[in-house]
């Protein structure tokens, strides 16, 4: 079975950093590509962050480009997401995903809260 357990969030002060999680199992991880997605409370969700299964592209959400970095380790089969300067739109829970022969994985999210 394919598994995405998030971890990492957290409240934090605008300004902050946190760093993601996700551990994966029951796929190659080096060979898919991944994502972090983030949905907020009232609102669609929305892709933050992608990486490709080579982990030599990686695209971002306008605005978190310069603040946040997608990154992998095909040893712990786990993907993680950077983030630094949060604002407190950011405050959503985000969930690692990924498309497997047509079928879309969500993971179980976790919550990050911008707040002062």
């Known amino acids: 079975d394919v598994q995405l357990q998030a971890s990492g969030g957290g409240l934090v002060q605008p300004g902050g950093s946190l760093r993601l999680s996700c551990a994966a199992s029951g796929f190659t991880f080096g060979n898919i590509d991944m994502s972090w997605v983030r949905q907020a409370p009232g609102k669609g969700p929305e892709r933050v962050s992608a990486i490709n299964s080579g982990g030599g592209s990686t695209r971002y959400l306008d605005s978190v480009k310069g603040r946040f970095t997608i990154s992998g380790d095909n040893a712990k089969n786990t993907l993680y997401l950077q983030m630094n300067s949060l604002k407190p739109e950011d405050t959503a829970v985000y969930y690692c995903?990924?498309?497997?022969?047509?079928?879309?994985?969500w993971g179980q999210g976790t919550q990050v809260t911008v707040s002062s």
């Open positions: 995903s990924t498309t497997i022969y047509g079928l879309g994985y």
